[in-house]
């Protein structure tokens, strides 16, 4: 085992049901770090799997004393088991990379070497990415919809996973308080230095997304929510030009009636206009309920993760955990 200070490259997995992955990966993972020669540590959080995933890792980590597993109590989300292990790792180097081998483990080594020219923030831009078609038609739409929102350039693919961050990043990100915010807009809004590298994206292995066309809807309502008040402020504006509206259409119908002397007809008319002012005064209801939502719960300040067990050659990692007290789950060294 390295001194922890040694440590130069931390590798950060999350998993969730992803047994039939996870050996390709992790021998795939240790021939690209084997061949970079730096030491380094692998972090695999198991995000509350229900299948074989744990015992699988543990079989690795029994005999890799390099691998940290890190098992939360339920299934928190990709974001959070990222979160738990960000706290722990030691490298200098942080990569974070998916479980599916989709991100190809040896393209970790282009990213490094972009990394060590100094960037903070290394992320693989997927050529010929391997989605379907409704999601990368999403994919651009949310990059799209953030830089006009947020009126910052989202470089090509920064969404993307896959990336090599330095340790004085994640340090910033363990040191904010919010907790449910969309790591790579917040990577541009902290302001570290960014570059991507293009990589290879391959169909995924084994098994499916874990992502539906919900999922990723809460994600980027997520992230529009989180960084931007455009949304509470689009109420503002939808009502002013309403307003506007109704005193331009109520002149007319006044014009019409002395000039005239014709009445406006309209059981549908009615009908139409009560419906649709009806509609969007939901819509933007439904707005601020998204942002109270957010700060309720935010203000309970209820843990992001927990830890069920820490399974690692670190005596400092499970000691750490509360819930790793049974020593004898460990192999202490
Ligand atoms: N993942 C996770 N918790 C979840 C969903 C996904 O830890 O609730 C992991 C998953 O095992 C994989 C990574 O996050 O390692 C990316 O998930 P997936 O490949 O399903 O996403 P996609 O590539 O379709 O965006
Ligand atoms: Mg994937």
Known sequence: MFLQSQIAISIIVPVFNEEDNLLELHKRLTTTLTNIGKPYEIFFVDDGSSDNSLKTLQKIQEKDSQVTIIKL??????HPA?????HRVKGEAIVLIDADLQNPPEEIIPLYEKFLEGIDVVYGIRAGREDVGWRMFGSNFVIWLTEKMLGVKVPSDMISGFRI???KVAQTLNNIKEQQYDT???MLWLGFSHSGVVVRHDNRVSGESKYNIWKLLYLTLDMLIGFSDFPLRAASIAGSLLALASIILATYMAILRVLGGVSVEGYTSLFVGITFLAGIQLLFLGIIGEYIARIYRELKGRPYYVIGEIYSSQPDLTQDSYAATKTERHRLF
């Open 165 to 167: 961050i330095h340790r």
């Open 82 to 86: 990222i979160v738990a292990a960000l």
């Open 73 to 78: 109590a339920r299934n928190f989300g990709q």
């Open 184 to 186: 790579s807009i917040m």
